[in-house]
């Protein structure tokens, strides 16, 4: 990750920034809002709640938050507060608030859209220390934690009960539920479990002005009246910060087995994904898709070697997860007959979690090996299935004189219609970037897609959002936003479109 252009642009940007308080990131230009600066006695005033180290302010300790992982962004923070409890949240946002002084929660830091990273000086509000876990209840199933619990460590936590979360992502190493919460994550188990919007029962959200807003139900069914806490779900942090989330967490299946499988076309995929559905049933987990453009990246730039050779245009691991055994004997026979009908045209199984944890690998640092070539211009959009892989093929014949293009590529959750679309170059490009972006999201709403399946739109979309959603709905959405942040100091410059903040 380290060649990464983000040294390249920061230099004149900073620059800009500093003549017109302008900034243009992936062709998207901002002007700073009408905010306070962050005072000494600000800062006084933060570690009078916070404590002292809690409030952080030198560069060198600032710097890791204003940079996200796939540095798309480099914010221009100096102020970094840690709170550690909902109270602190609501001192910290009730004094922001009086004070017009903008905040952008951050969690894991591992948004793909630029959402978790403070565009001008806005105050990162960090919520690594809120990290306990209140509860977990054998008998129902449900979890209640603090926003900054890391999703590995609560997979731990319940998997030691006998249950699993219901999403499991490429980033669970660093990603925090209050984050996935926010971005309403999805995952490569969504074809089983849905999203976060059917299993978070209840959370706990600061709005603005600090007023806590207790909604941390944990009761599965609650019909009184709004659902308010699906005005957190997936709002990025413009609306409120999370600070508690109760989740239904289902039963631990007792056997997994994983198959993956080369194929020669996509017609193909799509037949044994009306096969796996037909035949697997509700034991279908997973049902992702990978090209040969992206396993080939995987296996030079991170040097994982293909489960079966790679000789395949298309790819697809399967996961079927239950508690009765025979599982995967039903999986090879299946597969045995995909092969003597041409469907697949090779194919390996296993059911030991060590090897299981190899292939998995493979899909999971897919983007990782993307990134290695320098930078990558990514996209996440739901399309029709029948058209899904379209795309890929249009923007790679698009792109095929492009000099520094070192791939084009699609790989995702094909289960839920969730393609994650790519072009890695050396460099950044805005030129480039300005003929891809329009291009592909024009595409996706030309056949009804959406712009944005699971990563959120963050500041790098807002401009094309307008692609998915009408003009009453936007409106609607800034209603809610004045109405919720009537002062917009909640991660400004992000979700809503410039001319509607
Ligand atoms: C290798 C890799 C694989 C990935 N795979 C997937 C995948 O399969 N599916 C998927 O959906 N995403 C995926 N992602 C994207 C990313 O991991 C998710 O969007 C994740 O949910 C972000 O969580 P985070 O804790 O890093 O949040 P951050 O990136 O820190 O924040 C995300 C957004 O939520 C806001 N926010 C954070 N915490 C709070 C809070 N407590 N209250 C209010 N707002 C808050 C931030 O302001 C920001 O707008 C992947 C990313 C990587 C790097």
């Known amino acids: 990750m380290s060649s990464f252009s983000i040294e390249r642009l920061s230099r004149p940007l900073a620059k800009h920034v500093r003549r017109f308080g302008t900034k243009v990131i992936n062709n998207v230009r901002t002007t700073r809002g009408n905010y306070a600066k962050v005072t000494s006695a600000d800062v006084q005033h933060f570690k ?3 404590g002292e180290g809690n409030v952080l302010t030198g560069d060198q300790d600032v710097q890791p938050y204003n940079v996200d992982w796939m540095k798309y962004m480099s914010g221009e923070s100096r102020t970094v507060l840690k709170p550690k409890t909902t109270e602190d949240v609501s001192a910290i946002l009730e004094y922001c608030n009086d004070k017009m002084i903008a905040v952008c929660p951050q969690a894991g830091n591992t948004s793909i859209s630029g959402g978790s990273v403070a565009l001008f000086d806005e105050v990162v509000l960090s919520m690594q220390r809120m990290n306990n876990i209140i509860d977990f209840n054998p008998l129902s199933g449900v979890l209640v934690c603090e926003a ?7 997979m731990g936590h319940v998997e030691s009960h006998g249950f699993m979360m219901p999403l499991d992502l490429g980033s669970k190493g660093s990603c925090q539920i209050g984050g996935n919460v926010s971005t309403n994550a999805g995952g490569i188990r969504v074809i089983r479990y849905g999203t976060l ?6 959370l706990e959200a600061v709005t603005a002005d600090g007023s806590v807003l207790d909604c941390l139900n944990t009761m599965r069914k609650d019909n009184t009246g709004y659902h308010l806490k699906h005005l957190f779900i997936g709002s990025e942090g413009t609306l409120g910060v999370v600070t508690k989330v109760a989740i239904l967490c289902p039963i631990l299946p007792k056997h997994i087995s994983v198959a993956f ?4 076309s996509y017609e193909k995929v799509l037949k044994l994904f009306s096969i796996a559905r037909q035949e697997f049933a509700e034991t279908l987990s997973s049902f992702e898709l990978m090209d040969n453009t992206t396993i080939t990246a995987v296996e030079d730039n991170l040097k994982l070697g293909c489960p079966i050779a790679n000789v395949h245009p298309f790819y697809v691991l399967i996961e079927l997860a239950t508690s009765q055994p025979n599982l995967n004997r039903h999986l090879e026979n299946i597969l045995e007959k995909a092969l003597d009908d041409s469907i697949i045209t090779d194919a390996t199984t296993a059911d030991q979690t060590s090897t299981i944890n190899k292939i998995w690998k493979v899909r999971e640092r897919s983007i990782e090996a993307l990134m290695k070539y320098g930078y990558v211009y990514a996209y996440d959009i739901s399309t029709p299935l029948n058209c899904f892989y379209d795309i ?3 923007l790679r014949d698009k792109l095929k004189d492009v000099a520094d293009c070192k791939a084009v590529c699609g790989f ?3 289960g839920d219609g969730n393609l994650h679309l790519n072009v890695a170059t050396r460099e950044y490009n805005k030129e480039l970037s300005g003929i891809i972006e329009p291009f592909v999201y024009g595409w996706t709403s030309e056949c009804r897609g959406s712009i944005s399946a699971e990563h959120g739109i963050g500041y790098i979309k807002r401009n094309y959002l307008e692609r998915t959603k009408n003009g009453k709905a936007l409106g609607l959405m800034q209603s809610l936003k004045h109405t919720m942040d009537p002062k917009c100091i909640l991660n400004p410059y992000k979700v809503i479109p410039p001319s509607e903040t």
Request: proline share 0%; with cysteine.
């Open 197 to 202: 919007q059917g299993c978070v029962l209840g």
């Open 392 to 394: 890929v093929e249009l």
């Open 261 to 264: 499988i080369g194929l020669d």
């Open 148 to 154: 900054g619990c890391v999703l590995e460590s609560l």
């Open 412 to 414: 995702g959750h094909i």
């Open 48 to 50: 009078s709640i916070l």
